[in-house]
């Protein structure tokens, strides 16, 4: 069975700095990898995916990267912004299976 | 704009009583799923279903129960056995997963129910 863990469940860092997310994953036979963001009380909208044969999959500040064989994803984000503060989660949508997600906050 | 639709938004029940949620896409696709958020937990799956007229149980079915007779509508029923229906929940949709398609999960905006 796929688990996917996401390891810190929170972190705090200030504005400006250069930030990693991490996630690993149990399964490696997986097709793609998913990076969401949710703010409170809303949905999850879709940041980044990963296709098993990529590598890197970049949006304007944000650079999901993909390691299968080591079953790993980091999510990086450049320049954090007070608007970045929000729970990030990676998920196997093959396998249907979510991380628990890390709780972000940018401090101005 | 395409994208997926749940409502209500809130909802609040009494114990012993039945609740729908709807979802609806527009999207074209045939992939629609349920999940449920808790506080401080990750997403729990409760039904999924692949295409029109078939749907199979997530971790989490007991209590729950859906249809799915239109390609665009997967209403979820929260139902009286459910023990502990208080929750936020969330329907998404995705192309199908394996070559040429993506395998992206889309999703709605959440539901949250609240039994009095």
């Known amino acids: 069975k796929q688990e996917v863990t996401q390891i810190p469940a929170a972190l705090s860092v200030p504005e400006g700095e250069n930030l990693v997310l991490n996630c690993s994953f149990t399964?490696?036979?997986?097709?793609?990898l998913q990076w969401f963001r949710q703010d409170p009380g809303k949905g999850l909208t879709s940041l980044l995916l990963i296709q098993s044969s990529q590598r890197e999959q970049t949006s304007g500040r944000l650079n999901a990267s993909l390691d299968k064989s080591s079953g790993r994803s980091t999510l990086y984000i450049a320049a954090s912004q007070p608007g970045d503060s929000a729970t990030y989660l990676c998920a196997v949508p093959r396998k249907l299976t979510f991380g628990t997600g890390t709780r972000l906050t940018i401090i101005p | 704009d395409g994208g997926i639709t749940q409502s209500p938004k809130y909802l609040f029940r009494k114990e012993g009583q039945n609740v729908t949620l709807s979802c609806e896409q527009n999207?074209?696709?045939?992939?629609m799923y349920w999940y449920r958020q808790d506080p401080g937990q990750g997403l729990r799956l409760i039904y999924y279903?692949?295409?029109?007229?078939?749907?199979q149980k997530g971790d989490i079915a007991e209590g729950y129960s859906v249809s799915r007779e239109k390609k665009e509508s997967f209403p979820l029923t929260v139902t009286s056995a459910q023990k502990n229906p208080t929750a936020f929940y969330l329907c998404?949709?995705?192309?199908?997963?394996?070559?040429?398609?993506?395998?992206?999960?889309?999703f709605g905006e959440g539901s949250r129910l609240t039994v009095l």
């Open positions: 998404a949709s995705s192309t199908p997963q394996g070559p040429p398609n993506t395998g992206e999960l889309f």
């Open positions: 399964d490696s036979a997986i097709y793609n």
């Open positions: 999207l074209n696709h045939d992939a």
């Open positions: 279903s692949q295409i029109v007229n078939d749907f």
